[in-house]
T-cell receptor
Framework: AQKITQTQPGMFVQEKEAVTLDCTYD???????LFWYKQPSSGEMIFLIY??????QNATEGRYSLNFQKARKSANLVISASQLGDSAMYFC?????????????FGAGTILRVKS | DTAVSQTPKYLVTQMGNDKSIKCEQN?????MYWYKQDSKKFLKIMFS???????INETVPNRFSPKSPDKAHLNLHINSLELGDSAVYFC?????????????FGEGSRLTVL
């Protein structure tokens, strides 16, 4: 069964506007972590933001914030004030359980293109 | 200094050959992983090691053999290469000193099998 679903294969956003990338997940484990990674065309995987299942507040890192809706099992990434350099593939991922060595399962990704 | 480094970055080889990819991390992490990214960009875990011990083996053909000589190194050897093995292989490491335990990825090794 698909654990992580990213329903938007591609998105466009105008420079300086905000954009939301969707992610839903499926788990019966009460302990889990949710991650977002960015993969630019150069290919490297860049960690952006993390949300733990017990975290009370939505995670934020600079222009990135995670809209965590536990009951809906969604963990959408919000990028504010988009920049041309934000154009990349974005992956949502989940780790089940508390141990950091458990595997990350990735979604299929969303390609974001920022227009000038 | 690159935190997680993989060599080589590019491999082009013929079907049936054997090849290896090496990975080293200087972050002091004790868990390392191999992920495969296919042509559709889908990332899937293959193996993980914790302190040199294999802990995840995700139904990968036994032509793939990981080896971890110490906790800073994780190598991947592939025997009898097939066309379907063409992909980008990412090494990663993690450590739970922060709650997140996020994965730090290498730059990837692009394998092309002809």
């Amino acid at each position: 069964a698909q654990k992580i679903t990213q329903t938007q294969p591609g998105m466009f956003v105008q420079e300086k506007e905000a954009v939301t990338l969707d992610c839903t997940y499926d788990t019966s484990d009460p302990s889990y972590g949710l991650f977002w990674y960015k993969q630019p065309s150069s290919g490297e995987m860049i960690f952006l933001i993390y949300q733990g299942s017990y975290d009370q507040q939505n995670a934020t890192e600079g222009r990135y914030s995670l809209n965590f809706q536990k009951a809906r099992k969604s963990a959408n990434l919000v990028i504010s004030a988009s920049q041309l350099g934000d154009s990349a593939m974005y992956f949502c991922a989940m780790r089940e359980g508390l141990w950091y060595g458990n595997k990350l399962v990735f979604g299929a990704g969303t390609i974001l293109r920022v227009k000038s | 200094d690159t935190a997680v480094s993989q060599t080589p970055k590019y491999l082009v080889t013929q079907m049936g050959n054997d090849k290896s990819i090496k990975c080293e991390q200087n972050l002091g992490h004790d868990t390392m992983y191999w992920y495969k990214q296919d042509s559709k960009k889908f990332l899937k875990i293959m193996f993980s090691y914790n302190n040199k011990e294999l802990i995840i083996n995700e139904t990968v053909p036994n032509r793939f053999s990981p080896k971890s000589p110490d906790k800073a190194h994780l190598n991947l050897h592939i025997n009898s290469l097939e066309l379907g093995d063409s992909a980008v292989y990412f090494c990663a490491s993690s450590q739970g000193t922060k709650n997140t335990g996020e994965l730090f990825f290498g730059e990837g090794s692009r394998l092309t099998v002809l």
